[in-house]
């Protein structure tokens, strides 16, 4: 007997996940009756308010169906803990009431949808298939208004950079072409220092911004290549060293031999470069600033010490978030975008690594890099 080929549109189908729908309801015939009609669909039931809350709080619910009258917390006060929740969350309402305040309590809580009782199990199936129609065009304007935000305030970041070594090369200028200065004075040639160090600075802005716009685009995955991490970490610090400005800045860096990793070079020099200068940037000039590179069990394990400034507890979490710096004289005045350890993050994220940051203000940070091995 010959077999009939699957069409290949049907095995795509099978293969998707499928959408979850939780069905709040205190009468089991309901949700037995509801869970039929939506066969095509992974169901999940909850007899009331805060079974619901604990089952939704473990993840992965798409659409929430759910009665208006129950026992403890009823359904309009379900909508509103939900909505706190996930604000992007479709609700449908089942109501046995047409009365007018309970349509308007449910629509003040940002219901979605309105299904009456006795129920149609057509009209309940259509309800559910709209829902999630609305539920990927909320999540969609939801990251398009995110991504608005982001861009605001990385407009409003470049600005403030930029503004303050502008300014100050601005005036000197103006002062220069108005003779206040006497080039064979002292406090010009401290000037003019200070001036080379703010162009210096602006170049560097402008090649950050440059290394930023390409390596963040961290969708288009990795081009994976052979690389040497002993070469490129004794380049980094050479590097690094010298742009840092701090002749008593000390260095080290101890190593096993490592066999080759396969690594998106331009991202992973991304990564240690902005950890390593972070640790350089917060030493002071006589600090030390130490690197190790050594295997662990089936990962190597780069380990960037300092005995710099430290970084405080409770800003610890927020390190790796988009913009953040630690500013531990609440200057205003820290240098570079606040993207740096973000993006590392997420590049190491994308080699199956992991970074992690242990600091004590006063005693220095130890930055912890690890990434797999190519299997034996």
């Avoid at 129950?70 to 009365?99: H, N, Q, S, W, Y």
């Avoid at 709209?130 to 407009?155: G, H, I, Q, Y």
């Avoid at 200068?277 to 000039?285: H, R």
Wanted: with cysteine.
């Amino acid at each position: 007997m010959l077999e009939m080929n699957q069409n290949p549109a049907m095995e795509l189908v099978q293969e998707l996940p499928r959408k979850t729908i939780l069905i709040v309801d205190d009468e089991a015939i309901i949700r037995d009756l509801c869970a039929r009609a939506l066969k095509g669909y992974r169901v999940l039931e909850a007899a009331e308010g805060e079974e619901a809350l604990l089952i939704f709080e473990q993840g992965g619910i798409d659409v929430i169906l759910t009665d208006v009258m129950m026992p403890g917390m009823g359904g309009i006060e379900l909508l509103k803990r939900l909505k706190e929740l996930e604000p992007t969350l479709v609700v449908i309402v089942m109501t046995g009431f047409a009365e007018k305040d309970v349509v308007l309590n449910a629509l003040k809580a940002d219901a979605d949808d309105f299904i009456t009782k006795p129920l149609n199990l057509l009209q309940l199936k259509t309800a559910v298939d709209n829902a999630l129609v609305k539920k990927a065009l909320k999540e969609e304007l939801a990251n398009l208004k995110s991504l608005d935000r982001l861009k605001t305030n990385f407009l409003s970041l470049i600005s403030h950079k930029f503004r303050t070594p502008i300014t100050a090369i601005s005036l000197f200028l103006q002062n220069l072409a108005s003779g206040v200065y006497d080039c064979e004075d002292e406090t010009f040639r401290k000037n003019l220092q200070l001036i080379y160090h703010e162009a210096w600075y602006l170049e560097r802005l402008v090649a950050e911004l440059l290394a930023f716009s390409q390596v963040m685009d961290t969708g288009r995955g990795l081009k994976l290549e052979p690389c040497n991490l002993e070469v490129l970490i004794i380049q980094l610090l050479q590097e690094i060293k010298a742009a840092s400005g701090k002749a008593g800045l000390e260095t080290s860096f101890s190593h096993e031999q490592l066999p080759p990793l396969l690594l998106d070079r331009e991202k992973i020099t991304f990564a240690l470069r902005h950890v390593i200068d972070n640790a350089c940037k917060f030493s002071g000039d006589g600090g030390t600033v130490d690197v190790s590179l050594a295997q662990a069990g089936a990962n190597c394990r780069i380990v960037v010490s300092d005995n710099g400034i430290g970084i405080a507890r409770e800003d610890l979490p927020k390190i790796f978030e988009k913009f953040y710096q630690v500013d531990v004289g609440r200057t205003g005045q820290i240098k570079g975008f606040g993207l740096g350890l973000y993006y590392a993050k997420e590049f190491i994220r994308l080699h199956g690594g992991t970074i992690t940051v242990d600091s004590e203000p006063g005693k220095g940070t130890r930055v912890t890099i690890s990434l797999p091995l190519p299997a034996a």
